[in-house]
């Protein structure tokens, strides 16, 4: 029997098979939990469906998660299919393209911050706020993405190292106030993925690359190897472990001048 048997779970942020959320929701049906996803648009919408008959759900909808009126609505739909829920998922993050490329001080603006904290990190106490009703007294958990630009500066990573900085506080927050209600919050830092979102990246190859001759596993992240460790974070083996931003990314940020 599954360690998630008996688990309801929604996915936030699901976009293309390469999506990181396309390896938690693996791990999790594997592990017996029960999935429902939304879509972003409905350019994404058949794709998300399909992926989502595969782990044997029926349950897709609507939300850009930058809109309050549309969190409401996906929430009221929600209720339709199912009264509780256990697990949320959240990986979504967003910066104009034109922020993440060139030197920081040069590219940032007041529109470039707002968006991205907006949708990287306000999204997830939103989101939390909205799943409480469903989520409270039931051993919940809440588990999101971030990266090490958080911590470090990253080139070209720029504002949105400021907005995980603000997601990992957001965790940390989150954790405080929530687990006296039964839920538990944590984050993930994963290593670079080849992702739709990290398609437009200027040389990602090259981040690739460096990560997987600098981590000390010496190899890439995939994701389902994002996708296990969330499943464990979320589930009751995990309810001692609140607040948390696990890295899963092969040791890349426990070295330096791992090259000589
Ligand atoms: O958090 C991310 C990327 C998230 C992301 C991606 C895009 C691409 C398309 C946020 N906003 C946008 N906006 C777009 O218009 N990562 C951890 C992946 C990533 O992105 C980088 C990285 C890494 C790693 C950007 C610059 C440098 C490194």
Redesign the pocket.
């Known amino acids: 029997m599954g360690f998630l048997t008996n688990k309801r779970v929604l996915i936030v942020g699901l976009a293309s098979p390469r999506s990181i959320a396309a390896g938690i929701a693996e791990a999790m049906h594997r592990e017996g939990a029960e999935l429902a996803f939304t879509y972003q648009n409905e350019r994404l919408q058949p794709r998300v469906e399909k992926m989502a008959a595969e782990y044997g759900s029926s349950i897709c909808l609507p939300l850009d998660a930058g809109s309050d009126e549309q969190i409401e609505n996906c929430f009221t739909q929600l209720k339709k299919s199912w009264e509780h829920f256990d697990i949320l998922v959240h990986s979504i993050?967003?910066?104009?393209?034109d922020?993440?490329e060139g030197s920081f001080v040069d590219v940032v603006t007041r529109e470039g911050f707002r968006i991205?904290h907006d949708i990287?990190s306000y999204t997830l106490a939103a989101l939390s706020k909205a799943s409480l009703p469903f989520m409270e007294g039931r051993q919940g958990a809440i588990v999101t993405l971030s990266?090490l630009?958080a911590e470090k500066a990253?080139?070209?990573?720029?504002v949105?190292g400021l907005a995980?900085a603000s997601l990992e506080a957001n965790v940390r927050y989150l954790a405080a106030s929530l687990g006296p209600r039964g839920i538990r919050v944590n984050g993930i830092s994963?290593g670079?993925?080849k992702?739709l979102?990290?398609s437009?990246?200027?040389?990602?190859k090259e981040?690739l690359h460096h990560h997987e001759t600098s981590a000390p596993t010496r190899r890439n992240i995939e994701p389902i190897d994002v996708g296990n460790v969330a499943a464990f974070l979320c589930s009751d083996l995990a309810r001692g472990v609140t607040g948390e931003i696990t890295y899963v990314d092969g040791g890349f940020s426990i070295v330096a001048m791992s090259n000589l």
Do not use: R
């Open positions: 993050a967003y910066a104009p393209a922020q993440l991205a990287s990266y630009g990253v080139p070209n990573y720029n949105m995980k994963a670079p993925i992702t979102a990290a437009g990246i200027n040389h990602f981040m």
